[in-house]
């Protein structure tokens, strides 16, 4: 079975303060893979990044960066210097070869990031 | 531009009520997907596609019904054996659902918002 933990349900910080979402897996999987989305209040999920399970470098992207660890099972998102535009809930999801892909993501509650003015 | 589009964006349904809801892409993706997103639950699969004429139960098809006619629609129809269908619902796709695909991300529509009258 696999299972995603998004332990922070909602998270409120003032604009330009730096804030980090946690994601937390399980899989029995030695091969699988980690996304991120972004969901506005549009509603659209946005992909945001992808991590395979054998590649734990570190990725940055402008104000984002993701840390990957498979020690701890975890793939945290940080937001440097964040911006009233980076308010959304935000997803951590797992996808495993081993489930034939067919069954889609698994994915986390979400994160509502709320950046204040 | 290719994208994902979902109509209507909000669905008012009656007691003892059938809705379908549409889903059209023209991103040349085999599969296509139906999540199901109550508050604070994150994303649940309803049903999924991975090509033309064929379809699978996801986690919660209880209610639910799909067809896959043509590769650039899915759409989903909300029975009235649903007790329980107010919710936002998302359409995805990606390029294939086999396990070979499984890093590939999903693109997601702008949703439909389903509620009871």
């Known amino acids: 079975a696999q299972k995603v933990t998004q332990a922070q349900t909602e998270i409120s910080v003032v604009e330009k303060e730096d804030v980090t979402l946690d994601c937390v897996y399980e899989t029995r999987d030695t091969t699988y893979y980690l996304f991120w989305y972004k969901q506005p209040p549009s509603g659209e999920l946005v992909f945001l990044i992808r991590?395979?399970?054998?590649?734990?470098q570190n990725e940055i992207s402008g104000r984002y960066s993701w840390n990957f660890q498979k020690s701890t099972s975890s793939f945290n998102f940080t937001i440097t210097a964040s911006q009233v535009v980076d308010s959304a809930v935000y997803f951590c999801a797992l996808s495993e070869p081993s489930g034939g892909g067919a069954d889609g993501l698994t994915f986390g509650k979400g994160t509502h990031l709320i950046i204040q003015p | 531009d290719g994208g994902i589009t979902q109509s209507p964006k909000y669905l008012f349904r009656k007691e003892g009520q059938n809705v379908t809801l549409s889903c059209e892409q023209n991103l040349n993706h085999d599969a296509m997907y139906w999540y199901r997103q109550d508050p604070g639950q994150g994303l649940r699969l309803i049903y999924y596609?991975?090509?033309?004429?064929?379809?699978q139960k996801g986690d919660i098809a209880e209610g639910y019904s799909v067809s896959r006619e043509k590769k650039e629609s899915f759409p989903l129809t909300v029975t009235s054996a649903q007790k329980n269908p107010t919710a936002f619902y998302l359409c995805?796709?990606?390029?294939?659902?086999?396990?070979?695909?499984?890093?590939?991300?999903?693109?997601f529509g702008d949703g439909t918002r389903l509620s009871i009258l």
């Open positions: 991590r395979n399970s054998f590649d734990e």
């Open positions: 596609s991975q090509i033309v004429n064929d379809f």
């Open positions: 995805a796709s990606s390029i294939k659902a086999t396990r070979a695909y499984s890093n590939q991300p999903q693109h």
